[in-house]
C-alpha cells in the first residue's frame, strides 16, 4: 500500500479506473452480440416476452392497458427501442437479427409491463410482481433510491446512435473521439461521466444525492458517479428465470454488465452490488472477477477473459480516496502486491453497503483511517 496526497495523480488513477470499467461493459457487449450461444438464445428470449405481451394485448382489455402503460413509461426513459419503434408497440417486428441492447430493452419494457398488469392482478401476474418485488428486496427497498432530478446538459462526448446500438466498441469510440474536459479545472473522472450522460440513459437524468449509500461507497473507491442501485438488475434476473429455466447458463444473468453500463443507466458498482444483492454473484469491488456467477458454463468463456483482463489491467487501481472538504480529493491509499488481498475481502459488495449506510457523505483521511483500522485493514 502507498498514500498518494497529489490530487493530480489520484484523479487520473481514478479517471482510468472509470474508463476502464465503461471498456469492460463495451467488450462484455460485443461479446453478447457476437458470441452465437449468447446472442441466440438472449433473441429467443427477447422474442418469448414480445410474444406474450402481443397476446396479452389482443386478448384482454387489461392486458393491453398494462402494455400501453408500460410503453408510456419506457418512453419517458427514452428506451432506444421506444425511439427505434415510435409508431408504437404494434410497431415492432419480429426481428431474427435484434442486438443485444434492444434485447436489453425489451426486458426493461416486460419488467414495466409485469409491474403494470401485476397492479390489477391480470392472470397471475400479481405473482410475478411479488417474485420481482422480492428480488429488489436487497437494494431500494432496503437502501434506497436516493437521487436528484439533473438538469439535461449538452452533450460533450458525441457519440452517434448507432454506436450506441451495436457499432464500434468503447476503444474504437476512444480513438475516433477526442477526448474533452466537461469541467474547467475538474477534468479527469468527469470525462467518464460526460461520456456516460451522452448515452441518454439514467446518468443522463438524475444526480446522486450525497446522502445516497452507493453514492458514498463510490466516492471513496474512486468510481464513477451513476443513478444509484440498480432495479433494472432485478427486472433482468426475473426476466432470465421466467423466459430461460432452469438450464439457462448463468452467464446470462451479467447481461445489465454490459448493457445497462454501456447504455448510461447505471455504473458497474450499481449492477454489481445489485446482483450481489441476490447472491447471482459476490462481487468485490474492482476485482472483475468476481462478477462471473458460479456455475457458468462454456459460453462463458469470452465474458470470463474480459473480466479478467479488465481485473489485471494496469488502468485498475485498487484506491481507498479521502477528502479534504467537499469535493475536494485530499489523497488517496493505493493497495497493490501483497496488500491486494486484504484489500479484496474488505471490498465484499454486500459487506460494504452494511458499513458505509451510516457513514458521512465525504470522508477525511482521519474517517478513512479509522475505518480501516475497525476492518483491519492495515495502512502501513
Known sequence: MRKSSNGAEVREWMRQKQELEVRLAWDLLETFNTAPGLIGPLRNMAEDALNEMRAFRKTSAVGSAAVTQAWLEETRSNSGLCRKYAGGFNHIPADPNRDAQECSDVIRLYGAFVEKA???????????????????????????????????????????????????????????????????????????????????????????????????????????????????????????????????DPVFQVLPLATIVAGGHHSMLEVGLSLS?????????????????????????????????????????????????????????????????GFRNFSNGRSILRQFWAMPPWRLETDVRDFCLTQRLRLD
Open 118 to 248: 401485476g397492479d390489477v392482478n391480470f392472470q397471475g401476474y400479481a405473482a410475478q410482481k411479488q417474485q420481482k418485488d422480492a428480488l429488489r428486496e436487497g437494494g431500494q427497498q432496503v437502501w434506497g433510491k436516493d437521487v436528484k432530478t439533473q438538469l439535461a446538459g449538452r452533450h460533450r462526448w458525441n457519440v452517434d446512435e448507432k454506436a450506441r446500438l451495436g457499432g464500434p466498441s468503447w476503444a474504437e469510440h476512444l480513438r475516433q473521439e477526442a477526448p474533452v474536459l466537461v469541467q474547467s479545472g475538474q477534468g479527469g473522472p468527469w470525462q467518464v461521466h460526460s461520456f456516460l450522460k451522452s448515452q441518454g440513459g439514467g446518468i443522463k437524468k438524475f444526480i446522486l444525492a450525497d446522502t445516497s449509500t452507493v453514492n458514498k461507497i463510490g466516492r471513496v473507491y474512486g468510481l464513477v458517479q451513476g443513478a444509484d442501485i440498480s432495479g433494472t438488475t432485478s427486472d433482468s434476473i426475473h426476466f432470465m428465470n421466467r423466459f430461460g429455466g432452469a438450464g439457462l
Open 277 to 341: 444483492l441476490v447472491r447471482i454473484v459476490d462481487y468485490h469491488i474492482g476485482f472483475y472477477t468476481s462478477l462471473l456467477p458460479a456455475g457458468a458454463g462454456a459460453d462463458a468463456a469470452e465474458i470470463r477473459a474480459a473480466l479478467a483482463e479488465a481485473e489485471h489491467s494496469p488502468m485498475n487501481s485498487h484506491l481507498l480516496v479521502y477528502y479534504d472538504r467537499i469535493g475536494s480529493i485530499g489523497g488517496c491509499f493505493r493497495f497493490e502486491g501483497r496488500d491486494l488481498w
